[in-house]
C-alpha cells in the first residue's frame, strides 16, 4: 500500500521542469517580494518620520525599536500561526488570506492617523503588527507550496528562487524611495515647507507595497492545492492526481483506494516523544541557525543608514533637508543590494542543487563573519591617508560581500531546509517554528543594536536613566 500511496508523488519527484514550475516560482516569488519590500521600506522612512514629528529630528529609542520591530513579533506570531494552520487546513486556502492581510495592512500604515504624534506612531505600529502577521505566514506556505510543487532534481533550485524575489524587493523599495522622495523635492512649495511634503513621502513609500501583493492575488487563487497534502494528509489521492493533472503534464495513475487502509506507521503527532526522537534535533538546528543569521541580517538591513553614516559614506542629516536625507540612504540601499545581494541570490538559485544545502551553509557562515570582522577596520585606519581616498569604496565592497555570502548562504539555505526535512502533515508547521526563531533573532538584533549604541560616558545619571522630564530620547517607549 506505501508503494501505490507514492504514485502521484514519484510522478512529482521525477517530472520534467515545466511551464507551471516558474509559474508557481512567480506566484510564491512575488509574495516575498512583497515581504521583503514592506519588512525593508521602513528603514527608508525612520527618519522622516523623526524629521517630521520630533523636535530634535530623530525618532527616541524607544519609538526607533517599536517602529522597526513590531512588524518582526507581528511576523514570528504570524509563522507559528499560519504554519500550524497550512497543516490543518491546508496550504492553498490559507495563501489568500496572508496576501488580504499584507494588503489591507500596507495601506493602513500609509493612512495612519497625524493629528499628532502619538497617533501617527500608534497607528503605524498597530497597522505594521499585521501586516507582519500576514508576512509570517507567507514564509512557511510559500516555502511548503513550492518544495511540494518540485521535482526532487531542482527543488533546491525553485525554492531559492521563490526567496531570491526578497532581493528585488528590497532594490524595489528603494528605487520608490528614490523616485518618490525626488518627484517631492521638486514640487511647487517644497523649499517653503519641506516637511508637508516629507509627510506625504513616507506615506506613498509604505502604500506602494500593496501593489505586487494585489496583482497576485487572483493568481495565489487559482492555483490547486499540493499533491502532497491532498494525498498524505487529507487522503484524497485521486484528487492529488487530477489535480497535478491540471497544472503538469505528467502521467499519473490515479489510485481509488480508500484512505483508512494507508499504513499509519508513522503518523506520530508533533507533541509526541517519536517526534522529538527522528526531528527534535533538526528543529532545534533550524531555529538556531535562522535565529543567528537574522540577528545580524536585519541589523545589516535595517540599520544600513546608521553604519554609512557612522563612516560618513552617507552625510549627517543636520546638512540635508528631509528628502534629500531619504534619498542618500534609498540610493545606498539600492546599490548594496545591485552590488551584493542580488548576485548572491542568482548564485545560490544556480548552485543550491549542485554545492548542496549545508556546505553552502557552513561557507556562507564563516564568509559572513570573515567580512563582519573586515568592517572594524575603517575604524582602526579612519585617520590616515589610504582611508581618506579609499575609505567609502573599500566599505562598500565589504558590505557588499556581507550581503552577498549572507544570500549565497544561510539566508537562502534556512529558509529552504525546513521545507524539506519535516514529515508532510507537520512541514508547513515546523518550518514556522523555525522560522519565528529567526525573527526572534531579528528581534534581539534590533534591540541590541539600538540599546548597546547608548553611551554612558560624560551624561547625568538622570540623562541615562530617562528621569530628566525635558529630554525626548530617553531610551523608553515613551510617544
Not at 526531528?279 to 538591513?301: A, E
Not at 519565528?436 to 540599546?451: D, H, N, P, R
Request: aromatic content about 14%; overall charge positive.
Amino acid at each position: 500500500m506505501a508503494r501505490k500511496q507514492l504514485k502521484v508523488l514519484h510522478a512529482l519527484d521525477i517530472a520534467t521542469t515545466q511551464v507551471y514550475h516558474f509559474t508557481a516560482i512567480a506566484i510564491a516569488g512575488m509574495g516575498f517580494f512583497t515581504d521583503a519590500y514592506d519588512l525593508f521600506s521602513i528603514s527608508l522612512v525612520t527618519d522622516l518620520l523623526g524629521r517630521i514629528y520630533y523636535t530634535d529630528g530623530v525618532l527616541p529609542v524607544g519609538v526607533s525599536a517599536l517602529v522597526n520591530g513590531v512588524a518582526l513579533c507581528g511576523t514570528v506570531v504570524g509563522q507559528l500561526f499560519f504554519g500550524w494552520l497550512g497543516d490543518k487546513v491546508g496550504r492553498r486556502h490559507i495563501y489568500g488570506v496572508t496576501l488580504k492581510l499584507m494588503v489591507i495592512c500596507s495601506i493602513a500604515s500609509g493612512l495612519s492617523f497625524h493629528r499628532s504624534r502619538k497617533s501617527v506612531i500608534t497607528t503605524l505600529c498597530f497597522f505594521r503588527f499585521w501586516l507582519g502577521f500576514g508576512i509570517g505566514g507567507d514564509y512557511p506556505l510559500s516555502a511548503t507550496i513550492m518544495a511540494e510543487y518540485a521535482n526532487k532534481k531542482t527543488r533546491g533550485a525553485f525554492i531559492a528562487a521563490v526567496f531570491a524575489m526578497q532581493g528585488l524587493g528590497n532594490l524595489a523599495a528603494g528605487i520608490v524611495a528614490i523616485i518618490v522622495s525626488q518627484s517631492f523635492k521638486h514640487a511647487p512649495g517644497y523649499d517653503h515647507d519641506p516637511h508637508w511634503h516629507a509627510d506625504y513621502v513616507w506615506r506613498i513609500i509604505l502604500m506602494v507595497g500593496a501593489i505586487p501583493a494585489i496583482l497576485t492575488y487572483y493568481w495565489r487563487m487559482r492555483m490547486p492545492e499540493t499533491a502532497r497534502f491532498t494525498a498524505l494528509i487529507a487522503k484524497d489521492i485521486k484528487k492529488a492526481s487530477s489535480n497535478m493533472a491540471l497544472v503538469l503534464n505528467i502521467d499519473i495513475v490515479a489510485e481509488i483506494e480508500e484512505a483508512d487502509v494507508f499504513n499509519r506507521e508513522h503518523e506520530f503527532g508533533f507533541f509526541t516523544m517519536e517526534f522529538v526522537h527522528r526531528h527534535g534535533l533538526h528543529l532545534l538546528s533550524t531555529m538556531i541557525c535562522w535565529f543567528m543569521l537574522d540577528m545580524s541580517f536585519y541589523l545589516l538591513n535595517l540599520f544600513m543608514k546608521n553604519i554609512f553614516t557612522e563612516v560618513r559614506f552617507i552625510k549627517d542629516a543636520s546638512t540635508m533637508s528631509p528628502l534629500d536625507q531619504t534619498y542618500n540612504i534609498a540610493r545606498t540601499q539600492a546599490l548594496i543590494t545591485v552590488i551584493g545581494t542580488l548576485p548572491g541570490f542568482f548564485f545560490a538559485v544556480k548552485f543550491m542543487d549542485r554545492i548542496g544545502r549545508i556546505k553552502m551553509q557552513i561557507v556562507g557562515f564563516i564568509m559572513m563573519s570573515v567580512f563582519m570582522l573586515g568592517l572594524a577596520i575603517p575604524q582602526v585606519l579612519s585617520k590616515t591617508i589610504w582611508y581618506s581616498r579609499y575609505g567609502n569604496i573599500y566599505f562598500i565592497v565589504i558590505y557588499s560581500a556581507i550581503m552577498f555570502f549572507t544570500d549565497f548562504g544561510p539566508n537562502s539555505t534556512t529558509f529552504i531546509l525546513p521545507a524539506e526535512i519535516f514529515p508532510a502533515r507537520m512541514r508547513s508547521t515546523c518550518h514556522g517554528i523555525a522560522g519565528a526563531g529567526g525573527k526572534g533573532g531579528a528581534i534581539t538584533g534590533v534591540l541590541w543594536f539600538l540599546y548597546a549604541n547608548k553611551e554612558t560616558k560624560k551624561r547625568s545619571l538622570e540623562e541615562v536613566t530617562g528621569e530628566r522630564g525635558n529630554d525626548e530620547d530617553q531610551g523608553g517607549f515613551s510617544l
